[in-house]
């Protein structure tokens, strides 16, 4: 049976990936909206993984006996200055991720739970993937600067991304 504290740190961590959803679907839309298909489409890959990691907690929760309780999500931004932009935010959001991450695993160590930090390890690696993804296509965007043909390139290689669901566990 997960501790109190613990289920109500897991509920705002669901909470936290259901926002990182919902964010990267707002800047797929901010993509369609100025026709980088590949942009949008890349970001509606990265919601659907953020939907995953939401479900993994939810799961994990009733695993451990525990109850999930849903909040409200927060309205992400609708529009970015620039491609460049949406990237820098999304690349900062996925430091924020780690951060929150990091928090849960000292958390674990502190109520001595060690199935909660053993589970938290998955999500440790992920965020060191998603933070060197997102630096990635940053140091790209800046590489390029205003170049058309560059976009164009960057957004071509961004929509061969396709969503697939980590093997079970």
């Known amino acids: 049976m997960l501790n109190n504290k613990m289920q ?11 926002y990182s959803s919902y964010l990267y679907l707002a800047t797929a839309a901010y993509f369609e909206g100025t026709d980088l298909p590949g942009f949008a489409s890349w970001m509606t890959v990265q919601a659907q993984e953020e939907l995953f990691h939401a ?10 006996d525990g109850a999930v309780t849903l909040q409200a999500i927060d309205a992400p931004p609708k529009a970015w200055d620039s491609p460049l932009a ?9 430091q924020h991720i ?5 928090e849960l695993v000292a958390l674990a160590r502190e109520l001595k739970d060690p199935a909660t930090e053993n589970f938290l390890q998955w999500f440790v690696s992920e965020q060191v993937e998603e933070e060197a993804t997102a630096k990635g296509i940053v140091q790209q965007l800046r590489l390029i600067g205003d170049s058309g043909t ?3 390139i960057i957004d071509r290689e961004l929509g061969t991304r396709v969503f697939t669901p980590p093997p079970a566990e």
């Open 8 to 18: 109500e740190a897991l509920n705002a961590q669901i909470n936290a990936e259901l």
């Open 55 to 64: 479900k993994k907690f939810y799961d994990y929760i009733y695993e451990r």
């Open 86 to 94: 949406a990237f820098d935010a999304a690349y900062k959001h996925e």
């Open 98 to 102: 780690t951060g929150r991450i990091h």
């Open 150 to 152: 560059g976009k164009l």
